[in-house]
């Protein structure tokens, strides 16, 4: 019988960051494929929407209209899912029911005034500007008493339920510290009082040894598929030094920050010559006024395409009801991604 | 300020049989939809389609041919994630990259000859028919000494990416209780072990006293909207007495299983007047070998349309970073499915 193999073989794989466990089915990948097809984004979209409630100097939904904006814009959320004044309280019926009042904060974040643009088609200084609204938010909505948990990230493309494609991302931001976040925390927490170093460091170091999914690496910052990567082409971005959150960094890990989403995301473009849908995310420490020394911030990129701008993966059945599952490779994916040219496949099609 | 309110302000709740927790946001229900929409499935199909790999007498793509069959067809799919001949090991790199090999069984089940039905267009008769096929492939796969879970699941329409209209499902089986079986059994035998009855039971008997989420009721099962749901009409199948495993129905308990099917199916049909999508499955106790007194059986239903046959909640950024999210709440949710007749849509348009 042949030996254990992870390129070939059915396998799981332990993700130590949630504790959590994937299945992987290498040898299922040229599956064929008779179902849903996505329409590829293709539209050829104007610098100005009269009909966008982003663009500047448009009227929104609330009445409200935006500034003649010309970097970055922020506004809180006209259809927040949380609010900062809503009522406290529970509902306990025994120990099954349970309910409690939860209350935060949504927010809005414009890229940029361009209504044709997105992060892989914007400039490392105008994708800068975007990092240092997310650590001016961070700073200023994680101070608040009211709220212990942050969360940053972006939805884009129609197939990730981006409602309007002008270049935006937004923030939720809440009492509690939600699912994820936690379980996070609880991992990060136990791996650093056992080896008093960041989980992400030795990770880190492990991966820049072998090679084999990094992505990309600037002066601060690694892109990798990590080895328990989900999604298709799940990238993980980190700072190669340990901070806690995003206020943390220099001002040249900043612009590193920028540049390697930029890099990513330019790569993710030219992998299917498409704008390439995603959600993405930073995760950083919870604001709750504790140390966190064993946070190490990092960005989930999830993106669902598969095989083609048009076949994604569906997180369905087994995955909903079982374990989330995938069919190639981390490894293979990452060797797509990194044999990927770092210019926009629409400008050498000029 | 007003008091606290389920039915109107931001919360949290709490899910019992994983121990997660779910955001609420109630008030958010009228945010308009400017993204993507759904194709809703109006396809009118043959009751034989030719180049269907499903049907009687058709070839697969690994050349076999489907026997006439004339009630239900069960095979060894031809793409399995899981193969049981798979070589063993582990791979492990420190604490951080560990993973070992899997091995299992895929199997996929027709549920009719007909290629033109759906569950809920077929009779009660014959859902009863797949009942059996689900409890017969539990009690064989179940005794292999290499299979200690079987999860039986349906994928229904494109959007939960169904790559073929024919009615049918699937079972992955396999060596491991993969991660939400898993917790359901963590959470079920905390309970068991401090009440003496199972969590199912007690949260059953406080659903048949408060009604509010009860979509409908028959001799031996209740089909309920769990305070808990995270998909918009997510439901809940509930024997009333507590068995570990499909096998343990009656005679007349799976007459009752597959009447209450039928009516949640036609309900969801009849919602949007579409053939409904959803990904739905059974969770039962593993097959390990060990007694699981603290398991109830029970069958969810996770689908995604949200307010019509084209608008669906997309489960993306803050729900892939940080937490499930839905909008409507559960007794609305509810309310609307008991309010539906459980007449199919299309008969009553002949
Ligand atoms: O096996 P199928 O129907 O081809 O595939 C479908 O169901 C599987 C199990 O939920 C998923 O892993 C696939 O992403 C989905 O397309
Ligand atoms: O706020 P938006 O962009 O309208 O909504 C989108 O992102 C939210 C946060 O991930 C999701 O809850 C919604 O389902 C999705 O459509």
Redesign the pocket.
């Known amino acids: 019988m042949a030996s254990f193999d992870l390129a070939q073989h059915p396998h799981r794989r332990f993700n130590p960051l949630t504790g959590d466990w994937l299945l992987v089915s290498p040898h299922r990948a040229l599956r064929p494929w008779q179902g849903q097809q996505e329409a590829p984004d293709r539209s050829q979209r104007p610098a100005y929407d009269p009909t966008c409630y982003l663009c500047p100097g448009n009227t929104r939904a609330n009445g409200s209209v935006n500034p003649q904006y010309d970097g970055t814009f922020v506004f809180d959320n006209d259809?927040a899912?949380l609010t900062p004044d809503a009522p406290t309280g529970t509902v306990e019926l025994g120990s099954l029911l349970r309910a409690e009042a939860e209350s935060g904060v949504g927010r809005v974040i414009c890229f940029s005034p361009r209504h044709d643009l997105t992060l892989p088609e914007m400039s490392t200084a105008d994708i800068r500007r975007v990092v240092d609204v997310w650590a001016d938010e961070f700073q200023t909505l994680g101070s608040r008493p009211d709220i212990n948990y942050v969360q940053i990230?972006e939805?884009k493309g129609q197939v990730m339920?981006?409602?309007n494609p002008h270049p935006h991302g937004?923030i939720w931001a809440q009492r509690t510290v939600p699912g994820d976040p936690a379980k996070e925390t609880v991992q990060q927490e136990a791996y650093f009082q056992q080896h008093g170093r960041t989980l992400l460091t030795d990770y880190l170091e492990i991966e820049l040894r072998e090679q084999k999914r990094v992505v990309l690496e600037n002066e601060h910052f690694v892109v990798l598929v990590p080895f328990w990567a989900a999604w298709p082409f799940e990238t993980l971005v980190v700072p190669r030094r340990a901070v806690q959150d995003i206020t943390q960094l220099t001002e040249a890990e900043r612009d590193s920050f920028a540049d390697a989403i930029r890099r990513l995301t330019i790569r993710y473009d030219n992998l299917f010559q498409t704008s390439f849908p995603y959600s993405a995310g930073l995760h950083q420490r919870p604001t709750d006024g504790q140390g966190h020394e064993s946070w190490h911030l990092h960005m989930h990129f999830f993106p669902p395409l598969l095989r083609s701008a048009t076949v994604r993966k569906f997180m369905v059945g087994y995955e909903l009801l079982a374990n989330p599952q995938r069919d190639i490779t981390p490894e293979y994916a990452a060797e797509r991604l990194r044999d990927l040219p770092e210019v926009h496949y629409k400008q050498t099609m000029a």
């Open positions: 259809f899912a990230f939805n339920g981006c409602s937004q």
